[in-house]
């Protein structure tokens, strides 16, 4: 580690000394740089930092001797014009690939604009453009993970809890009085998680009736307060909750708290991610289950994309589908397999 890093700034200093500054010329001199410009749709999104935490060591791993490697992150805070200046002022500063976290998945063609302009591939990630802008160029790439994979198992996840738990449907009518806490509207996780949860609980037999939803965008005080109503709405009814991220379900565990509620009145939790407090909540059992949104599987194909596209070599290792998509499976999580997940972020 020590070694590559003498060495790195070895290299730093022999690139300015030949008065170097783009990477081209240090390209012909010294061997390869990736100089990998991220901007993400809002850093604060707890999902979103994690995977970028996985991502930039993934892609450090890759610095050496004979290649240097360089990540700039910026935060577009919710707004795409923002994160269309960002994509300019990253291509301006001499990135060579651009990795990017979309604000609005259907408004990706500025940005595809300004890197074939540049020449400079861009790799999509977590928010996938539609299929038509995927086609706007051949240099443009997917890395996430199939939506309907993730809703399927956390339906089977509950279905699983709630069969080997009678008392779950607590008023005893043979149906299961639910609420959905749901991601931003359009997103590609969003109503396909839902419906797709929904659709296996029904098909292993489970009786529902939907008493709520609530759109939280992804956010954990905001599913707080949209849960807070839904619970004023229907007091004591709720028997299962099912959000679409582990940040909602968290959120909807804290209404619960904030209100004072007991233990043996809650309803029974499931999330999506197994973020840090995603798999803590599990493995305490304050949340019944969640699918493993296989962050540093994510974090591994986009570094070794990004360094393919410009190395050229390794490409022929990765997994495409549909040509230029990579999609991570998920895995379903539970409090009896938890551990392996929580070992899986240690180093
Ligand atoms: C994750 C969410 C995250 C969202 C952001 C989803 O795939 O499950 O936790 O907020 O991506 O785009
Ligand atoms: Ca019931």
């Known amino acids: 580690m020590k070694r590559r890093k003498i060495a790195a700034a070895v290299l730093l200093f022999a690139i300015s000394a030949a008065g ?9 001199t010294f061997g390869e740089k990736v100089y990998a410009g991220v901007t993400c749709y809002d850093q604060s999104d707890t999902f979103v930092s994690e995977l970028l935490d996985c991502f930039k060591e993934e892609l450090e ?7 240097e490697v360089n990540v700039t992150v910026r935060d577009a805070a919710g707004s795409q ?5 960002q994509v300019k002022e990253l291509l301006d ?6 990795c990017v976290n979309l604000v609005d998945r259907a408004d990706p063609s500025e940005i595809i604009d300004l890197a074939r302009e540049q020449e400079v591939p861009v790799i999509f990630f977590n928010r996938e453009p539609v299929a038509e802008d995927m086609l706007q160029w051949d240099r443009i790439y997917y890395v996430g993970a199939d939506a309907k994979q993730s809703g399927v198992m956390q339906g089977e996840l ?3 809890v709630i069969q080997g738990d009678s008392s779950i449907d607590r008023n005893r009518d043979g149906k299961i009085q639910y609420v959905v806490l749901e991601g931003e509207a359009g997103h590609q996780d969003a109503i396909i998680r839902t419906e797709n949860a929904v659709d296996t609980l029904r098909k292993k037999g489970i009786q529902l009736e939907k ?3 609530g759109i939280a965008n992804w956010n954990r005080a905001q599913a707080q307060t949209r849960m807070m109503q839904i619970i004023s709405e229907h007091p004591n009814k709720i028997e299962l909750v099912l959000a679409n991220n582990d940040d909602m379900a968290l959120g909807a565990l804290d209404a619960y708290e904030k209100l004072n509620v007991t233990e043996s009145a809650l309803p029974v939790f499931f999330g999506i991610d197994g973020t840090e407090v995603g798999l803590e909540a599990v493995a305490d059992s304050r949340l019944s289950g969640t699918v493993y949104n296989d962050k540093e599987g994510q974090g591994e194909a986009m570094a070794k994309l ?3 596209l410009i190395t050229g070599k390794g490409m022929e290792d990765m997994e495409f589908e549909k040509e230029r998509y990579v999609y991570l499976p998920y895995s379903k999580v539970t409090s009896e397999n938890v551990s392996e997940f929580i070992r899986k972020r240690e180093p």
């Open 93 to 98: 500063g001499g990135c060579n690939v651009l």
């Open 61 to 67: 791993s890759y610095g050496g001797d004979t290649l």
């Open 20 to 28: 170097a500054s783009g990477c081209q010329s240090s390209q012909e």
């Open 81 to 85: 014009r923002t994160q269309n200046d």
């Open 211 to 213: 008493l709520s939803y």
């Open 306 to 308: 990004a360094v393919s």
């Open 158 to 160: 509950a279905a699983d």
